[in-house]
């Protein structure tokens, strides 16, 4: 059980030593009051990087326009996502509905907008909740050591026994429904998603912990819930931003399967998931109906995995993303 | 060694019997077979319901202390128990993992060496153009949900059928009508598990090649690599040899880790090929109220996963001389 | 020995004169903040069997050079001049051409032996892979050659141990398993990388015996790269110093140490802290730091820390000129000057004035105790599994210690690593009850501390300095919430913590204005100095100084040891000084105490101990740490110890030290008698001097 996750929490905790390092190669020069104009702050070293990186600065860009579309989108949109056109069942796309339109005449480009709306909200709530819960285990468990972090850690396997697929939809078959149902969803998603990374910042927190600035603040006193966040978390907060990043995408595709099993968010809400699931069934005869669902998750989870493989690379001075010879 | 395997698999075993108990408390609870009989027409007569759901230990009316001793003696002795319709548990589990094998394995082990092969390859090429390439492949299958990927294959698969006029792809179900030449069984079969199989190695080959990837860039920056170079091999070789070798045993690990999980299946893929395996069974329980199914499905899946833990341990003593001897 | 390292297929084609030469080397590599210059012009050549040592601190360029030489550096580097092996150009060479004579003609040693080596295979596996790539020879053959090689190196039961793994090894084997790998193929040119930077003195002093005996079994030229300059004395026949990826200074061993010509040599000969120093005078200091190599002014990169520096020394870059010996090169414009009025350290560098304490006036017995350690003990369970964790033994890491700190004094704990200095400091500063005997602190039993608020009420007074300046600062914080955190633990006003912020830089000789930056913007030297405004804001009465200058480079480290001195004098501070280097404790200690394997054996006031040391561990001890001084160290007598320490969690019975000891196998049985049975109490041996050793007996080693 805890060796499968072995190469992950290695992968990250040397990105994590080696951020620490960043511009120390580059010293100050003796009794140096000047301003240094050469001499690059971390800050502007990071998003130097990350700029490097075509395909995270594109995923920027797709995220700022999906978050438009699902914000101003229908409200420019002719068609309400519910709005049902008479003329036109299951009509391909045309001049009147840009992506077609489903088998009870609603337009798919208002529906799919509608439920990328729903899908945003949840991976970003689910990414937050989660990887809040893991900082917060992760490094509670790995700071007081002993009692506490065995059960910590012994929870996290519990909860990896079985998988969380079917906890979840035993969960959501038995829970309630209605219009705030998707709110249990995002709860249940969020509290199965955190354990894994609560694993990475526990060996994170344990490399940490013996710093010697964190020695140093326990020795002189500073209470311990201080020091993890005054001087843990904000160490290790790169892994949680990356993490959370990934988290969006991950989020997203869960929500995804379960909505095709029946599992997701329930009616009459509607997410990407949802609409996947119904244009599934007629995928074969009426592609559009699916297609434009599916596109616009992939490109939301595509652009959101970029961007956290941008932060990767561009937290992580390793990586060989440095400049070519001169 | 023996002893520290026994104390480990003791570990285990409590793991196992806290987390499916939790589980038979969730779905006995959550789950309501009485609802299947209350909503049939015309009505039954509530004093024969209740003697079936009596019958099969599934009265809600039973305090659930009592229904949970009832039950864990029945699977104490090897008795899973049965639906509300009479049917018995662990018939349809003995038949459907096989399902679940046949339909996974072959996708599986392609997905593991492919993936493994593509990744520490374009970690020696990192941030050349086959990189990049590889890369974005990589995110793109990861960023899709199977569900979308197989969809898409079964719209192409199709397409190709219609267009050739042959039906060379074949994708409902496990077995179809099949010729009467030597052989003709086999073939079948394998047209049948064509598509499933392409679906299950993509998405293997993008996340294997990911993490293989990231170990080789960890193993290739080693200084154990510059000694190999220094003695005089080539770096192809000093590669290969020296960096590969010491970055598979994460792998391997995870290699053990996921065999046993191969007879839990791949839901969605089931879903989609219709093919009657685990996964689909453990969903279909959930939907249909089946306490004991459901409960049985996810104690399955449990098995299997701490018997991947146990294979991934050994494998770990197996790959790696420090944990061997230590 | 009937070792056959001359292989018959393999001429050696240079039996005399030059085996490598490289001219007019540079090497370049891109970077975030523009191209590194790494090495920039680089000459020299090299005899067989003749050793260069090249000589430099951090960032000078020096392992930059040898990864060039043997054409392992980075592909994006950029590489101009010449290196020739044998007359052959090397540079230009194709990875295939290059892996012909790598671990053949040209050998290479790197500093930590413990990455070095792949974990995965075994060492035996290792040596004949290097045998058989570049010989046609059976395997059987090459495993042979294997265990005669770890034997060559001192392996003990070589047969056996050429099938442990790395891991197996400590870090002394694996860097004797290292140069039997070099030496495997008998190669013209071997290059040592600090190959005895990562361990401790008396393995330093085993590893450097055995690379003098593979360089004799081998007729190899050797490079030694280091940043030791006592290493340089033992060891080197020419040496090239190097700064800021410029050779500065080229000669003999004893042009470089007796009459050195740049002023950066000079400095550096006068920074160090000497074993052999008569009198504890201040260190030559060298301001500032070392230039970053990306964007480098021009002139001369030394002018700007160079007390000597004229106006011209800040435009023109001077080259490498013939000194008053043509043999003897130097890149200092005024190295005439230098040579005709034959200046020292003490005419060029300043030398700061230390007050003495006042408290010093004080006899010692009048003083108040500041920490008392009684029959200390901290033990540890020692745990094995990973779910079910269960006691397999105990680890032993301070197994009863006695030891007193008075006011204003300095004590210094020296050791090797796992002897418990660490341990007991960590005892200390805990301020909790140890598992045996007493800790006292400002005599206060901390068994009598009550509550958590009167632990840390004490806290105030007893403070720490660690070793890495690096990760003792939280990178995320300024260097003002840095300084000013304890007083915001300890509730101090704010308008107060501004001021003594700001007081307290200037104390530790930083300005103001750097408040606002943050650690990562200062060198390391900078950031110790941090770390001891830190640890100072409180007003402390013991400070805890946990090896606050082994991390820092030579140049860099006299100016903390100064800050250090001074400060004891101004403050009437208590210092607990823990080190593995003993000419930095000779230097800043007033009483010393040598630990071995969590127990004192060897105690008393610092001069008497250093000058007549009886325990032979503190004898092998001192005979191990290099004096950089090329004639005192070519003729000392070396105690070389056997093997390495002990587990702390399973120490030999008797005398802890009779494992290793050269003067327990010079006993005849009867006497080795109490030894095996009883560990030795500290004897009297000396005004405030005690030793634990059954046969105690005064050597001279240094």
């Known amino acids: 059980m805890s060796d499968q996750l072995g190469n992950k929490i290695l992968m990250d905790s040397e990105v994590e030593s080696a951020i620490e390092e960043v511009g120390s190669g580059d010293a100050q020069r003796p009794g140096d009051v000047r301003p240094t104009t050469k001499r690059l702050t971390r800050r502007r070293l990071i998003l130097r990087r990350f700029l490097r990186n075509k395909l995270a600065v594109a995923g920027v860009g797709v995220w700022i326009f999906l978050i438009l579309l699902a914000l101003v989108g229908p409200m420019v949109s002719p068609w309400a996502f519910n709005d049902v056109d008479r003329r036109a069942y299951l009509k391909p796309p045309s001049q009147q509905h840009w992506f077609g339109t489903t088998q009870s005449g609603r337009d798919v480009l208002a529906l799919t907008m509608q439920g990328l709306r729903k899908s945003l909200l949840i991976g970003l709530l689910v990414a937050l909740i989660s990887t809040t819960i893991a900082a917060l285990v992760g490094s509670f468990a790995a700071y007081f050591g002993g009692w506490t972090e065995r059960v910590a850690l012994w929870v996290v396997d519990l909860l990896l026994v079985i998988p969380s697929f079917f906890l979840i939809a035993i969960l959501v078959t038995g829970g309630p429904q209605g219009s705030s149902s998707w709110l249990l969803l995002v709860l249940l998603l969020a509290a199965f998603g955190w354990v894994l990374s609560a694993r990475v910042v526990r060996s994170l927190t344990l490399s940490v912990k013996e710093r010697e600035y964190v020695l140093a603040a326990r020795f002189m006193g500073l209470a311990a819930p201080k020091v993890i966040i005054r001087h843990i978390l904000p160490n290790i ?40 699931a119904e244009g599934q069934r007629l995928a074969t005869t009426f592609p559009w109906i699916f297609l434009a669902p599916a596109t616009v998750l992939v490109i939301m989870v595509l652009s959101v995995n970029a961007i956290g493989d941008g932060l990767r690379d561009a937290l992580d001075p390793n990586s060989q993303s440095g400049g070519k010879a001169a | 060694m023996g002893k520290y395997l026994l104390r480990r698999l003791l570990n285990y075993a409590i793991l196992l019997f806290i987390a499916v108990t939790l589980t038979y408390f969730l779905a006995a609870t959550q789950l309501n077979p009485r609802g299947l009989f209350e909503v049939r027409n015309p009505p039954l007569d509530p004093a024969s319901i209740e003697a079936t759901l009596l019958q099969y230990n599934l009265s809600d009316r039973v305090p659930i202390m009592e229904r949970w001793w009832t039950w864990f003696t029945a699977v104490l002795q090897g008795d899973w128990g049965y639906t509300v319709d009479g049917g018995h548990v662990n018939d349809e589990i003995a038949r459907r993992m096989w399902v679940s094998l046949r339909l996974v394995t072959v996708g599986s082990i392609l997905g593991i060496v492919l993936g493994v092969a593509l990744g520490a390859w374009t970690a020696t090429r990192q941030y050349k153009a086959s990189d990049r390439a590889a890369t974005f492949g990589s995110l793109l299958i990861l960023a899709t949900p199977i569900l979308v990927i197989a969809t898409i294959l079964t719209i192409l698969a199709t397409k190709f059928n219609q267009a050739t006029g042959v039906r060379m792809f074949e994708f409902v179900g496990e077995t179809g009508d099949r010729g009467g030449y030597p052989l003709a069984g086999l073939v079948d079969r394998g047209q049948h598990l064509l598509l499933p199989t392409i679906a299950l190695t993509l998405v293997g080959i993008a996340s294997y090649s990911r993490i293989q990837r990231n170990l080789m860039l960890d193993t290739l920056g080693a200084d154990y690599v510059r000694t190999a170079r220094a003695k005089g091999l080539r770096k192809q070789r000093a590669v290969m040899k020296h960096a590969l070798r010491t970055a598979l045993i994460p792998t ?41 199914g459901t409960v049985a499905v996810t104690a399955f899946a449990g098995v299997c996963t701490l018997t991947g833990a146990v294979l991934a341990d050994i494998m770990v003593a197996i790959l790696d001389p420090r944990v061997r001897l230590s | 020995m009937s070792l056959d390292l001359n292989p018959d297929h393999k001429v050696r084609r240079t039996q005399s004169g030059t085996v490598l030469s490289v001219q007019d080397l540079h090497v370049s590599f891109p970077s975030e903040a523009g191209p590194v210059r790494a090495v920039r012009g680089l000459s020299f050549d090299l005899a067989a069997g003749e050793t260069m040592a090249i000589v430099g601190e951090s960032g000078s360029g020096k392992s930059v050079t040898s990864l060039a030489i043997m054409g392992l550096h980075p592909d994006s580097a950029r590489i101009t001049g010449s290196i020739k092996l044998h007359g052959e150009e090397l540079l230009g060479r194709s990875d295939a051409a290059m892996s012909k004579i790598r671990g053949n003609e040209l050998a290479m040693i790197f500093q930590d032996p413990l990455s070095a080596l792949t974990p995965v295979y075994t060492i035996g596996d290792q040596i004949t892979e290097t045998i058989q790539i570049h010989r046609n020879v059976s395997r059987a053959a090459a495993t042979k050659q294997a265990v005669e090689l770890l034997d060559l190196v001192g392996i003990p039961s070589p047969h056996l141990r050429v099938k442990s793994f790395p891991h197996e090894f400590s870090g002394g084997m694996r860097q004797r398993a290292m140069i039997a790998l070099a030496i495997a193929n008998d190669p013209d040119v071997i290059i040592a990388d600090e190959p005895t930077t990562a361990l401790d003195i008396t393995i330093q002093a085993q590893v450097l015996d055995v690379l003098k005996k593979a360089q004799r079994e081998t007729g190899a030229a050797v490079i030694m790269i280091t940043h030791d300059l006592g290493v340089v004395a033992g060891v080197a026949d020419r040496v090239t110093v190097m700064y800021a990826g410029r050779p500065v200074e080229q000669g003999t061993v004893d042009e470089i140490f ?37 964007s480098l002014p021009p002139g001369c990169p030394f002018a700007p820390r160079c007390p000597m520096v004229q106006d011209n020394c ?175 633990v300890h509730k101090v006003p704010k308008a107060e913590v501004e001021r003594r912020v700001e007081e307290l830089l200037s104390l530790v000789g930083l300005e103001p204005s750097h408040a606002s930056r943050f650690p990562q913007q200062f060198s390391g030297g900078q950031r110790q100095r941090i770390g001891i405004a830190r640890a100072l804001a409180l ?51 007033d009483r010393v105490a040598v630990m071995y394997l969590g127990k004192i054996v060897e105690i008393g006031e610092v001069s008497e101990v250093f000058r007549h040391p009886t325990h032979p561990y503190t004898q092998a001890l001192l005979s191990a740490i290099p004096i950089p001084d090329p004639h005192k160290e070519r003729s000392r007598e070396r105690i070389l110890l056997k093997g390495d320490l002990p587990s702390p969690a399973n120490p030999p019975s008797g005398c802890k030290f009779r494992t290793r000891c050269q003067r327990f196998a010079t006993l005849s049985e009867g006497e080795q008698q109490p030894c095996l049975e009883t560990m030795p109490e500290l004897y009297v041996v000396g005004q405030d001097h005690h030793s634990a050793c059954h046969y105690n007996r005064e050597r001279q080693v240094v």
């Open chain 3, 258 to 294: 007796y009459s050195p010509r740049m002023p950066y040599t000079i400095g550096l000969l006068g920074a160090v802290p000497r074993l052999d120093a008569d009198v504890k005078e201040p260190l030559a200091t060298l301001e500032g730091n070392p230039p970053s190599v990306v």
């Open chain 1, 237 to 276: 907060s790169s892994l949680l931003i990356i993490d959370a990043t990934l988290g969006i995408g991950g989020a997203v595709l869960a929500e995804t399967t379960l909505a095709f099993f029946g599992f997701g968010v329930q009616p009459p809400d509607t997410s990407l998931g949802t609409l996947i």
């Open chain 2, 252 to 292: 391997g690990t995870y290699f053990a880790f996921s065999v046993a999980t191969l007879f839990t299946g791949a839901t969605v893929t089931e879903q989609i090929f219709t093919f009657h395996g685990m996964g689909i069974y453990g969903v279909q329980a959930i939907q249909q109220q089946n306490v004991h």
């Open chain 3, 314 to 488: 800040l435009t023109i870059e001077p080259a490498l000129a013939p000194t008053d010996k043509p043999l003897h090169t130097a890149a200092c414009l005024y190295s005439s000057d230098i040579a005709a009025e034959n200046r020292t350290y003490r005419d060029i560098f300043p030398i700061p004035a230390i007050p003495a304490s006042p408290l010093e006036r004080l006899p010692r017995e009048e003083r108040r105790s500041v920490l008392r350690l009684e029959q200390m003990q901290r033990h540890y369970p020692l745990m094995k599994g990973a779910v079910f964790r269960r006691r397999v033994g105990t680890v032993y890491a301070v197994d009863g210690i006695d030891l007193e700190i008075k006011e204003g004094e300095t004590l210094g704990l020296v050791g090797e690593s796992g002897c418990g200095k660490s341990t007991t400091i960590l005892e200390v500063l805990n301020l909790k009850p140890p598992t045996g005997g007493t800790v006292v602190v400002f005599g206060k039993d901390v068994r009598d501390i009550g509550s958590g608020r009167e632990r840390k009420t004490m806290r105030r007074d007893i403070q720490v300095v660690f070793q890495d300046p690096m990760a003792s600062l939280d990178p995320r914080m300024p260097v003002f919430d840095i300084i000013a955190e304890p007083m915001g």
């Open chain 3, 539 to 589: 007003e402390p009465k013991l400070i805890v100084l946990d090896e606050p200058v082994s991390a820092l480079d030579v140049s860099i480290q006299a100016g903390v040891i100064n800050l250090l001195d001074e400060l004891k004098a101004k403050m009437g501070l208590s210092y607990l000084f823990v080190a593995h280097d003993l000419a930095v404790v000779q230097h800043i200690a």
